[in-house]
């Protein structure tokens, strides 16, 4: 815990912002990959190398910026390699901690933007709209970039409904569980609805369901990403998230995650309405 502090108090320090919780969030997902760095290295070494794949996979001569979401630890990101590739390189988070600031300053083609990519945390919905269930609104994940020529969506999917969830629950009084997780569901498909008319190739890393397992039984199954299913060719693979003991005295923890080179290669989502000629 100590450790962790530290790292945060560092962060802080260094600019970074913990409005939505997110900081908090990424020094407990840095110190755990550090406590089980064997139980996640085929997770992390998968990850980055489809990445790498479906990067060297676009044509050279238009390998000008190379767009990461969800890229505040680096863990799954082959950023070198990216920076070598590609005249520029974009990570967008809400925060980033102090080894991806300086990795970045030292690659030098390298830019951080912080960035709410739901594009809903300023403005949460009401409750009215809640119990509508109307859907979330598409995000711009060109992000005012004109330039991308590669998108990585790297293990954010999942996680991007969570700070939208906390926030409603704490600004909408006794909100239905039922609109929350339709809301949910609609935030995952804003995002790969977003991916999908970038006018490149967007690798897509998810986890998409979570199994708490003990002596070969399931005691617990859940769906990751609210119900929707990517429905996307590519790769899948378990990731030991947290070896029994780690967040659970009896359980082992395993996600399995789907690695997509190119989420055009899959059936289209939905747009949400009002976002058509986004």
Avoid at 82 to 88: D, I, P, V, W
Avoid at 109 to 133: I, K, Q, W, Y
Avoid at 263 to 271: M, S, W
Wanted: proline share 8%; with cysteine; aromatic share 6%.
């Amino acid at each position: 815990m100590l450790v962790e502090a530290l790292h945060y108090t560092r962060a802080r320090l260094g600019g970074e912002s913990n409005a939505y919780g997110h900081l908090t969030e990424l020094v407990g997902i840095w110190a755990r990959q550090r406590r089980q760095r064997p139980a996640w290295a085929g997770h992390l070494a998968r990850a980055r190398a489809l990445c790498l794949a479906a990067a060297e996979s676009t044509f050279r001569e238009t390998r000008r910026t190379a767009l990461v979401y969800g890229a505040g630890i680096l863990n799954d990101i082959p950023l070198e390699r990216l920076s070598s590739l590609f005249r520029r390189v974009v990570l967008a988070d809400m925060a980033f901690l102090p080894r991806t600031v300086h990795l970045a300053k030292a690659l030098g083609n390298v830019e951080l933007m912080r960035t709410d990519l739901t594009g809903v945390l300023h403005a949460p919905p009401p409750s009215e709209f809640l119990a509508a269930r109307a859907p979330a609104p598409m995000p711009d994940l060109r992000l005012g970039l004109k330039d991308v020529d590669f998108a990585y969506s790297a293990n954010v999917l999942s996680q991007l409904p969570l700070a939208a969830l906390a926030t409603l629950g704490e600004r909408t009084p006794a909100p239905d569980p039922q609109h929350l997780k339709a809301y949910a569901a609609s935030l995952v498909r804003a995002h790969l609805a977003a991916l999908k008319i970038l006018p490149c190739p967007a690798c897509l890393v998810t986890d998409f369901q979570e199994q708490g397992l003990a002596g070969g039984q399931t005691h617990y199954d859940d769906n990751l990403l609210f119900g929707v299913d990517p429905a996307l060719p590519g790769e899948t693979w378990t990731w030991r998230l947290a070896p029994r003991g780690e967040a659970h005295p009896e359980l082992d923890i395993e996600r399995h995650v789907l690695g997509a080179p190119d989420v055009h290669a899959g059936p289209d989502h939905e747009i949400p309405h009002g976002d058509r000629n986004a």
